[in-house]
């Protein structure tokens, strides 16, 4: 905890240098290793920039708590000293200001979450909270922009982080899920498979026909009974439908085979999700929600529901469900 205090007091100083973004520092400070403390439920990960910023915000650490909206001075050591803590403040404003105008805020969830009241695509747009403090919110485009009736109350990031987090937890399939599905689709595989075995016994007979007519025709043909013209002919007929076959027979050999792999590798993935996902960072998190979730809907009160992509709903074994 000392190291991370040393950590703070880091940013604090060359945040308030002005020589560095808070992206610039957020960057540092996982090269660093600032990690949040684990939980019994969640391993540390990197820091996300929005808690960044929420240290950086915090009355905290020039010296004070904040007790129902009013500030106290606190008891504890300052972290840093008052006047950097106001040069950080002033800092982060101007710059908030600026990031306003040009509205340019990447979050690794865009363009995954949407407003489960009127299915618009959620933006993270700046808002005051009740302490009057700047903060990055989650907002339904709908509402903000007023393209629909939408009522919807923006809501806090690491909420909407928090919620998908959990979502993993529940479509996670346990050792005997797994067994269980992965014993189906193999069945369904094994049928499917039998089925092609049939077809390509077929398609082997039929090239092994048309060698056999090839050669006897050649035979033929020296024996003097086919002329060379004819001999052409049906040289080229046989050669054209041997190149169908063999078309086929490849095709039929990828594709059951490489569907059954990459079923495999989604069922692994599925039964290892939650840790995956929370020791990704942000964008590994993006590529595992892209991955699984075609969207994801945040609704009222904190319930959620997705679109799977593929073979995700299959797998998962509902297009919808609901997480309190
Ligand atoms: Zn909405």
Redesign the pocket.
Known sequence: MKSGYLHITWAFQVYASGRWTLAQIHRELIARGLTTLPTPKRPSKPIAISTLHRLLTNPYSKGDVTFKGATYKGTHEPIVPKKVWYQVQALLDSRKSAADATQVHEHYLKGTVY?G??G?RLIITNAKNRHGNVYPYFV?S??HSGR?E?T?QAMLIEDVEGLIENYYEMIEVSPGMRQDLAGKIHADFDQLMANEAKELSRLTTERDRLDDERMKLLQAHYAGAVPIDLLKIEQDRIANQIGDIQHRLEAHHDEYASARAHLDDSLGLLANIVGIYQRADDANRRLCNQAFFHRIFIEEEGYTHVEYERPYGALCNTEERSTP
Do not use: D, L
Request: proline fraction near 0%.
């Open positions: 407003c009241q009127c618009e339904c709908g509402r629909t939408c919807r």
